[in-house]
């Protein structure tokens, strides 16, 4: 069946019969591309755990609507939320983070400029770069079932990645240099955590200096074990790991 994202507020009830109005390229989607017809059925999010199974009713010029035949919360999304630091690597490995990190329970994703980054984007490109990301993320979650489109935020300095992320109850720095702190270390006692931030390097990692700093506001600073992993590899390694210790 397939699944559309919307507001709240396209959610009207009238006298008890709740309808979903439907807008946008998602409308065009249902209409032109599905070919979907009335008497089918969807899948509809409101974004905050919410997810209604619909039949379509009507097709307007603009709009698309359809009647809400039943209604429950959600169970896939993480107990925890996870939010993902990704450093900027080279290419379009950003859209392969993006995409496997939805995947496996991301609840935000924000790129970052490290030391060791060697891609740089113009101030001018950060917020084209972010939308087209942010298309990529709502695809993902359309695709594994998610509850949410998880957001992704704008790029930071590193400095102001460790600010935010240091807000976490749990922050994992993954550094090569760390061989004392395991992931399964860390993540022990990882049920009774809400929030958890993950920072992963780019391709050469982070730089001493840049570790010190994570450590000295209070990330745990863990390996992912004897095997180096790719800067695209290791977020989606860690949030299994997670998953691991917190769902399955």
């Known amino acids: 069946m397939p699944r559309f994202f919307i507001r709240k507020d396209q959610i009207i009830d009238t006298d008890g019969t709740k309808t979903v109005h439907i807008t946008g390229d998602d409308a065009h989607h249902i209409s032109r591309s599905l070919r979907m017809a009335a008497g089918e059925k969807i899948e509809v999010s409101d974004m905050q755990r919410m997810l209604y199974e619909c039949e379509l009713v009507e097709f307007l010029e603009k709009e698309v609507v359809a009647r809400v035949l039943s209604e429950r919360c959600s169970d896939v999304e993480p107990v925890c939320e996870i939010t993902l630091y990704q450093a900027l690597p080279k290419g ?8 496997k990190s939805i995947e496996c329970g991301a609840f935000k994703i924000i790129p970052f400029k490290s030391e060791r980054s060697i891609v740089k984007i113009d101030k001018k490109d950060e917020e084209k770069k972010r939308a087209r990301w ?7 979650a359309k695709q594994s079932g998610r509850a949410i489109i998880p957001e992704i935020g704008p790029i930071m300095s590193f400095e102001e990645a460790i600010e935010n992320a240091c807000k976490s109850s749990l922050v994992l720095l993954c550094y090569e240099a760390e ?3 395991s992931i399964k270390d860390a993540l022990r ?3 009774i955590e ?6 992963i390097g780019s391709e050469g990692g982070f730089s001493e200096k840049e570790a010190q700093l994570a450590i000295s ?4 600073s863990v390996t992912l074990g004897k095997r180096i992993l790719r800067t695209e590899t290791a977020s989606s390694f860690v ?4 998953a691991y210790e917190t769902e399955l």
């Open 134 to 140: 942010q298309k990529i993320a709502e695809g993902a």
């Open 179 to 181: 061989d004392k702190v």
């Open 239 to 242: 949030l299994a790991c997670i």
């Open 189 to 191: 006692n990882v049920k």
């Open 217 to 220: 506001k209070g990330a745990k």
């Open 194 to 199: 809400k929030t958890i931030s993950v920072i």
């Open 92 to 99: 379009d490995k950003m859209e392969t983070v993006i995409q």
